[in-house]
C-alpha cells in the first residue's frame, strides 16, 4: 500500500504541483495570529477525521483552488516532522498539473492569490514558508541523484 492510503496520525499534507517546470504558489490570508500570515504557501493543509494523506490533499486542493486532484498527478510522497506539531507527522507531495489545469484554478475562500513561480525564486524568497522551501530542495536533490 502506498503511503498516500495509509491511515496513521498525520497533521496535514501538502504539494508542489509542477506546471511548465513552475511551482504552483498560493499566497496565505494575511489574519492576525494565522502562522505565516502573507507568506507564499503551497496548496495543502491540516488534516480532518480520519483521512489518509491522499484524501487530506484532495479535499484541501478543491476547497482551495478548485482542482481535482488524482494520484496520477502526484510523482514523489515522503514524511517530515510537522511545521505546527512537532510531535506529528506531515505528508509532503511533489506532483504535477497542465497548464489547461492551471488555467481552471478558481480561488476558494482561503488565500488572497496564487501564482506560478520560478523554483529558484521559490527556493530564495524570503516571503516563502523556509519548511517548504527545504522539502523542496529535499525532493530536487533526490531526483538529481536517481
Known amino acids: 500500500m502506498s503511503l498516500l492510503d495509509q491511515r496513521f496520525d498525520f497533521s496535514g499534507a501538502k504539494i508542489a504541483l509542477f506546471c511548465e517546470g513552475k511551482v504552483l504558489s498560493s499566497l496565505r490570508d494575511d489574519f492576525p495570529n494565522l502562522p505565516y500570515a502573507g507568506y ?18 484532495q479535499r484541501e486542493v478543491e476547497e482551495e483552488l478548485s482542482l481535482t486532484l488524482t494520484k496520477d498527478h502526484v510523482d514523489w510522497v515522503k514524511t517530515y516532522q510537522g511545521m505546527l506539531d512537532p510531535e506529528k507527522l506531515s505528508v509532503f507531495m511533489v506532483g504535477h498539473i497542465s497548464r489547461k489545469e492551471y488555467d481552471s484554478i478558481i480561488l476558494g475562500d482561503e488565500g488572497q492569490d496564487y501564482k506560478l513561480m520560478s523554483v529558484d525564486e521559490f527556493l530564495i524568497h524570503e516571503k516563502v514558508i523556509p519548511q517548504l522551501q527545504d522539502r523542496l530542495k529535499d525532493y530536487l536533490e533526490e531526483r538529481v541523484y536517481e
Open 40 to 57: 507564499w504557501d503551497l496548496p495543502g493543509g491540516g488534516r480532518e477525521d480520519n483521512e489518509t494523506p491522499f484524501e487530506c490533499l
